[in-house]
């Protein structure tokens, strides 16, 4: 797709990956809306902001009645409570679920009449390598962007028929304030940005942004031992 005539929808447009995905296509000649819980928080020159909530359906509905023409959607809002499944909260477990998953799925949804009468347009969701892998400090998190893979998957079949691309894009730590307490190799959001949007403007469907993506999309194929080898040596 030509993304510099497209209109785009971007969710949480206001800071991270989302903040860059607004700011590169703009740049491109893209028209954007630009989605945050709070509109304050967004300062882009020639972003369009709008209200919405992921988690809330009146919201997400409202926003797909005040963003019109949308051809693009990119469903970037996130959330991390690191959670445990054994001792965490469950309103955090559930938050995660209702942020990834049925927030995409609403944003999704709400967008797809737009996309078709655009002549189809395109979905990017982004997902994360821990769509594939979890550790112990991010069970609900990896069991969210895992729901939210076979969401991406499941709406690729289902959109295929009005003619959307929907792309997935999984990466691993990037620098922005979700992995701040991550002590380890961080790629660069603005870099990932540029990466997916070639991508989707040359029709990939999914799309693999670093290294450690790659090595765990290869360990898939050897089960849970590959991916677990210190719980297949005991």
Do not use: C
């Amino acid at each position: 797709m030509d993304l510099s005539t497209t209109t785009a929808f971007v969710t949480g447009a206001n800071r991270g990956l989302g903040r860059h995905f607004a700011q590169q296509l703009l740049a491109g000649g893209a028209t954007v809306y630009g989605g945050a819980r709070n509109t304050d928080s967004i300062d882009i020159p020639g972003l369009i902001p709008v209200t919405i909530d992921v988690t809330d359906a009146a919201s997400v509905a409202a926003a797909a009645d005040t963003a019109r023409g949308v051809s693009l959607l990119i469903n970037n809002a996130g959330s991390f409570t690191g959670a445990s499944f054994l001792d965490g909260p469950l309103d955090d477990i559930r938050l995660e679920m209702e942020t990834h998953y049925f927030g995409t799925l609403a944003v999704a949804r709400a967008f797809a009449p737009q996309l078709a009468a655009a002549g189809g347009g395109a979905v990017l969701n982004v997902l994360s390598v821990l769509s594939w892998v979890t550790f112990p400090t991010s069970g609900a998190y990896s069991a969210a962007k895992s729901a939210e893979w076979s969401l991406t998957n499941a709406l690729r079949l289902e959109l295929a028929a009005q003619g959307t691309l929907v792309t997935a894009l999984h990466v691993g730590y990037m620098d922005t304030d979700m992995a701040a307490h991550v002590d380890a190799p961080k790629s660069d959001p603005a870099s990932v940005a540029k990466l997916a949007l070639e991508a989707l403007q040359a029709g990939e469907i999914e799309i693999l942004a670093d290294d450690v993506s790659r090595q765990v999309q290869a360990g898939l194929a050897g089960g849970a031992a590959a991916l677990y080898p210190a719980l297949a040596a005991r």
